[in-house]
């Protein structure tokens, strides 16, 4: 049984990686350039704060899944595991919620505040950012299963006392 | 000892309670309107998706701060609120940092993408913005803790057993 658990929960955790390695590599490669009236409009990553938060996030978990598959189940690190999973759950919820925040304003624009959307100019970036926010909303979603599988295997032992 | 620990339990609910509610409140009582050309630019908060989706996460943070103030801690049901408490945490981490990055494009601005910054025309609605910010960061810090400090009292005798 609790073999059963740990091959779950290692599953997870490298399905965590697949995601936030790609949500990393997605985002870093997206560029485009549009021409608008002869000057060259070149749209990366990079120009948004919100973005480099995103990858920064992301990368920072691929690390931490990496470290979190070698941490054997017999050592108290092991729970510790139940924390820090929500705290990379949590920062990956933020990046992805940033990065989609500033998404949805270059999709749709803000005519209140002037802000024209760019999609229509730099579609390849558009789709790009798209894929990787896909990317990083599968890994937070899969940060959420683990700490909530990992809460569940500490608690149940309580609930049943 | 477990007195003590319920006090100090309830003492962060209570500061929680009052931090999304002012968040709420700031939030939503934001606007402020300038005069651009002759055409009169109103500035609130319904204008942009990210910060109505903060005032909805603020108002149901609130709504649950409420509730839990009410659980007994002597039912199963307390402990579940460990879970809840993650989530809570997660919305409001989530919702503060779709706001802070509109936020931080509508005081910024971005060149790359065309968009120039509002908060010289409109200083009261961005004043009150950063305001409810800070609120609901505050909120979302004292719902980790509560997070923290909610897994710690049920891991400890794991700990030492």
Known sequence: MTKTRRIF???LRLLALGATLSATIVMVTSHD???VLNLTFKAKYSNESAFKYF???EAVASGYSVIALF???KTLLWRLLVILDAVIT????SSVSAALAVAHVGKKGNSHAGWLPICGQVPKFCNQVTGALIAGLIAAIIYFLLFIYSVHTVLT???TV
Chains 1, 2 share one sequence.
């Open 9 to 11: 929960s290692l599953l």
């Open 33 to 35: 350039s549009a021409e």
């Open 55 to 57: 990858v920064i996030a």
């Open 71 to 73: 941490v054997s189940s």
């Open 90 to 93: 949590m920062l990956l919820t």
């Open 157 to 159: 032992p309580l609930f």
